[in-house]
């Protein structure tokens, strides 16, 4: 109770703050002055048209505030009659641009008490004109052909509405056009429009022309438009900068004697650009003389060849159980002078509780080597701004825990390519894992009551391959804007290694065994999906959602389910916040008291997670989130009993019982490049209990955890 009584003085204490500072703002205020606390548009004469659509124009902004109280840390916003004014004039523009002639903006302002004010942004839509008669007239015959080959790409059309938008979203694509043509100087400024209104009533006739001058020259300046030819290719670069130069050529798209592309220029920049080992790229294109060809330099300056990564994300709950999980990333972006990316990683996982022995250790060595090419594929040749693949890795991971010692290595062979910018595809053929278990505590060994918890802890042989495809609205590393994200994985092993049975041996379990181990049969797949709403002044506030959702199926060599590494789990800094990493799940299943360390995992997961981020002060923002999942098993354990069976696995009927729920609060400190995150998970709906938890049992034995991590959680 006292926990209880001390968080309502805290929020006591922040609405007092804010009364007090919103009260202290409004005495600062002088006689006529109003604090402005909304800004409405409302369009009078059409239902249709989306005052969304002005409100960019409006030049003050409302008074930042949450749920109706004006935030303690920022200065109010004073009402200013000159802005409005400037707001007004900017909504006319763009009206007018839009293809609204004659609008006009009247303005309300509504006074709210002695010092607050709305102001209300009256529109009147103006007058519009559908284009009746479209026609093009272009003197010079190549470029005439040229635009009528791609006339299926036109954006004017007759019955269309004349606008500003309109005319220059055709002038901008006739001149992408040409460019990509060969005409390396050609702009949208060569485009002129004549449009007569008054020949026929609430129309327009319109005619757009192409001249060998631009609008603001004189037709005493018009010069032949010509195609250009791409002369030489040179390369720029610090003596310093050790690069081979076949690499180079394979980035570059731009061949002497080619015609001049703008596609291509714009290609073969993202291809440098998107290379780690460049810092710099510079694409300059010198005309010589009358020629038509053009000579292309290509300057570069190198980045900073290694650099070094830290993560740690950290956590603990009532119970005292701390789990801390540090990782160090060292990469070098130009290994071998070909832009080839070295990385060597180190990651543990340590977790324990204070005057307790208990303790679980993991420590994972990764190398990985990424070619900026096909390897052993030479017959493909990528034109693509994203350049593919090759990655090999090579990876050794040790397993400390009270129960058992685990030994994993592993190492996979793949490539990586995109298909669109958005868009990319890897695949690992093959992906190969050895696990070997030893030193396992025989009364843990003799408390797995059945084969299938005592088939878990067995040496086995992982081969198989890996696919993934993802997909992204926004490219960029820290979006800052709205964006959605789509990632597939799936991953088969033992397929492969089935057809060569007849010439396995056999174990005592009946499974074909190599080297004295059985290999896995299986298949797993997930998907995830992430979207993220930004909003509120400078986008500062999101509404952030993920939904994830995985199973995996054993079967074959397989006898009972797929490997530990393979099965699924949930809890921790980035899943469900109320429970530790492992501490929720199967289904129903209640805490696996024969582990010092629990490590509750199944065989497939649904969770759905959602997250309001706002602005506090400084560079703090908070966070208030929820988190709705759990893990579960599939109907295949032969031999568990009854109980266990109805208790784990995945049933229709038993599935609003089995998913748990978490609410909780969190802080961000946000340097830009590095977030730092602590967040409070509260459990609400324990699945292990069968109910909803009681305020007061939050801060008891396991009611709640503490995470603390870098970065966004999703």
Not at 181 to 204: C, E, H, I, Q, R
Not at 224 to 247: A, C, D, Q, W
Not at 469 to 486: D, I, K
Request: proline content about 4%; hydrophobic content about 35%; some cysteine.
């Amino acid at each position: 109770m006292k926990g209880i009584k001390g968080i309502y003085r805290l929020i006591t204490a922040v609405l007092v703050l804010a009364s007090v500072s919103a009260c202290a703002g409004m005495k600062k205020l002088e006689k006529g002055q109003y604090i402005l606390t909304k800004n409405h548009v409302i369009v009078t004469n059409s239902k249709t048209y989306p005052s969304s659509d002005l409100t960019p124009y409006i030049k003050q902004s409302e008074t930042p505030s949450l749920l109706g109280i004006r935030s303690p840390f920022e200065a109010p916003v004073v009402m200013d009659l000159g802005t409005i004014e400037a707001s007004k004039d900017g909504m006319l523009r763009h009206l007018e641009y839009k293809g609204y002639y004659n609008s006009s903006v009247d303005t309300i302002i509504s006074r709210r008490g002695r010092h607050k004010a709305i102001v209300n942004y009256l529109v009147k839509l103006g007058k519009q004109y559908p284009i009746q008669k479209l026609e093009y007239f272009v003197a010079d015959s190549a470029i005439r052909e040229i635009m009528a080959a791609d006339s299926a790409s036109r954006t004017l059309h007759t019955g269309e509405i004349l606008s500003e938008q309109s005319l220059e979203d055709e002038a901008s694509r006739i001149a992408t056009l040409l460019r990509g043509k060969g005409y390396y100087s050609f702009t949208k400024n060569y485009m002129f429009n004549f449009a007569d209104t008054l020949s026929v009533p609430d129309s327009a006739l319109l005619r757009v022309e192409l001249r060998n001058y631009t609008r603001n020259e004189s037709p005493s300046m018009a010069r032949i438009l010509k195609k250009h030819t791409i002369r030489y290719v040179s390369y720029e670069l610090p003596r310093n900068m050790k690069v081979r130069l076949g690499f180079l050529d394979n980035l570059n798209l731009i061949k002497s004697g080619m015609t001049y592309s703008e596609e291509l220029i714009s290609t073969t920049y993202q291809r440098f650009a998107g290379n780690r080992c460049f810092n710099t790229v510079n694409i300059s294109l010198n005309p010589v003389d009358t020629t038509g060809d053009v000579d292309c330099i290509i300057a570069l300056t190198p980045s900073r060849p290694q650099n070094f990564e830290v993560n740690m994300d950290a956590s603990t709950n009532s119970a005292g159980l701390i789990g801390i999980t540090p990782s160090f990333t060292y990469n070098h972006f130009n290994i071998f002078h070909g832009g080839e990316v070295l990385s060597l990683g180190f990651r543990g996982n340590f977790q324990f509780k204070f005057n307790d022995n208990t303790h679980s250790n993991e420590f994972a060595i990764t190398t990985g080597l990424r070619f900026p090419k096909l390897l052993l594929l030479p017959f493909i040749k990528s034109t693509t701004p994203n350049l593919p693949s090759t990655d090999i890795s090579l990876a050794y991971n040790y397993q400390n825990r009270p129960e058992y010692t685990r030994n994993i290595f592993s190492g996979s062979y793949g490539y990586s390519w995109s298909s669109a910018r958005n868009l990319r595809f890897s695949v690992k053929v093959p992906n190969v894992s050895i696990i070997k278990i030893f030193n396992i505590d025989p009364d843990f060994y003799s408390n797995l009551n059945s084969s299938y918890l005592q088939y878990l802890y067995q040496d086995h042989f992982d081969m198989g391959t890996n696919a993934s495809v993802y997909y992204t609205s926004n490219t960029n590393v820290n979006p800052t804007v709205s964006y959605f994200y789509l990632r597939g994985d799936l991953a088969s092993s033992g397929l492969g290694l089935s057809l060569f049975n007849s010439y396995m041996d056999v174990n005592r379990r009946g499974q074909h065994i190599i080297w004295g181990i059985p290999y896995s049969q299986y298949v797993r797949t997930q998907v995830t999906a992430v979207g993220t709403l930004r909003f509120g002044r400078d986008n500062k506030m999101a509404l952030a959602a993920r939904f994830l959702g995985g199973v995996g199926y054993a079967y074959g060599n397989s006898l009972f389910s797929m490997p530990m590494e393979q099965m699924f789990y949930a809890g921790g800094a980035s899943s469900m916040r109320g429970w530790q990493s492992r501490c929720i799940g199967p289904g129903l299943s209640q805490l696996d008291k024969s582990f010092a360390i629990y490590n509750q995992v199944g065989d497939m997961r649904l969770e759905t997670n959602l997250e309001f981020r706002f602005p506090l002060v400084w560079k703090i923002n908070g966070a208030l989130f929820t988190d709705i999942g759990n893990i579960w098993n599939l109907p295949k354990k032969e031999d568990m009993s009854d109980e266990e069976y109805d208790l784990s696995v995945f049933s229709l009927k038993n599935l609003p019982q089995s998913i748990g729920m978490n609410w909780g609060l969190g802080a961000r400190l946000d340097f830009g490049l590095l977030l730092i995150r602590v967040d409070w998970g509260i459990k609400g709906y324990d699945p292990a209990l069968q109910r909803w938890l009681a305020p007061r049992e939050w801060f008891s034995s396991n009611g709640s955890a503490i995470h603390l991590g870098i970065g966004y959680p999703f």
